[in-house]
Nanobody, 114 residues
Framework: QVQLVESGGGLVQPGGSLRLSCVVS????????MGWYRQAPGKQRELVAR???????DYAESVKGRFTISRDNAKKTVYLQMNSLKFEDTAVYYC????????WGQGTQVTVSS
């Protein structure tokens, strides 16, 4: 059974940075494309960044140029470096496979506030 454990969220001022981590257990991590998703209050969960098994990346327009997704296959971990954070980045952030998601983890809360 696949388990996803996200960490690294917190409270940050606008313009600040955070680095999220997600450890994946129970799967052949290296073969899967992975994504970072977020869900803000009252909104649907959305995919904000994606990385293929070979390292190709893609981003939602709202985060392009500010967020960077990466992965360490040896550690079965995917990262999201978030810079120049904005109020609208406030959400619970999740990682998961893309497409064909597994059971969701608990996520990590990111709050951008002054």
């Amino acid at each position: 059974q696949v388990q996803l454990v996200e960490s690294g969220g917190g409270l940050v001022q606008p313009g600040g940075s955070l680095r999220l981590s997600c450890v994946v257990s129970g799967s052949i991590f290296v073969i899967h494309a992975m994504g970072w998703y977020r869900q803000a209050p009252g909104k649907q969960r959305e995919l904000v960044a994606r990385i293929t098994s070979s390292g190709a990346t893609d981003y939602a327009e709202s985060v392009k140029g500010r967020f960077t997704i990466s992965r360490d296959n040896a550690k079965k971990t995917v990262y999201l470096q978030m810079n120049s954070l904005k109020f609208e980045d406030t959400a619970v952030y999740y990682c998961n496979r893309d497409p064909n998601v597994w059971k969701w983890g608990q996520g990590t809360q990111v709050t951008v506030s002054s």
